[in-house]
């Protein structure tokens, strides 16, 4: 089984290297993908993303284990939806359930009034980043839910108001999944608290479907 480490929007795959750490000492190798470095110079959109990031699923000799962080949660649920017989679970962590469309637009403000040095650490320009938020406004998330069969976890941090709303609804509409909190932690659990998601993504990953 592969196990892929999916970051969120405003990170990169080193924003796993932490987790990465604690799960190899229970015996869980990785990979974590770079989802702009994907993108491979095409024009940056949610759906040239996933067609970028399905590709190099479906290139993996065996099933996936998929561990997505909000925009990779989204992309999990898709290719999960779209791709069943290729993914074995899914964990989901921060991921929304809608796309919270005022939220988008006041960081949308933000993003356009940082520097643009600060886009350079995930490895995309401004605007390729701001065209990527904006191509995400009028995403379904909760669409097609139940097409999802493979076991599924997902995860949120006990800070995340946010997307503490969106795990129990993802829990109450995909089938047979698990819903915990991660203490200790904020939307980006992989950075808040690496070593507890460890445990509880080893142990999801350690039982055989």
């Known amino acids: 089984m592969i196990n892929i480490l999916i970051h969120g929007l405003g990170q990169n795959k080193e924003s796993w290297e932490k987790t990465s750490i604690y799960l190899k000492i229970n015996d869980i190798e990785t990979i974590s993908v770079n989802l702009f470095e994907m993108m491979n110079n095409t024009f940056v959109s949610y759906e040239n993303l996933y067609k970028a990031f399905s590709a190099f699923c479906n290139l993996q000799k065996e099933k996936v284990n998929l561990c997505g962080l909000s925009l990779g949660g989204i992309l999990a649920l898709d290719f999960a939806k779209e791709y069943p017989e290729k993914v074995n679970s899914i964990i989901l962590i921060g991921t929304p359930y809608r796309i919270p469309k005022v939220l988008f637009k006041i960081q ?68 047979n999944s698990e819903y915990k909190t991660i203490s200790h932690s904020s939307h980006e659990v992989n950075i808040d608290n690496p070593q507890m998601l460890s445990e509880v993504v080893s142990s999801f990953w350690k039982i055989k479907s």
Do not use: H, Q, Y
């Open 108 to 175: 949308n403000l933000i993003f356009s009034m940082m520097p643009k040095k600060t886009f350079k650490k995930i490895g995309c320009s401004k605007k390729e980043f701001i065209a990527l938020v904006r191509s995400m406004n009028n995403l379904n998330i909760a669409k097609d839910l139940d097409k999802i069969k493979c076991r599924s976890l997902i995860l949120c941090g006990v800070k995340d108001k946010v997307n503490l709303k969106s795990a129990k609804l993802l829990k109450n509409k995909i089938k």
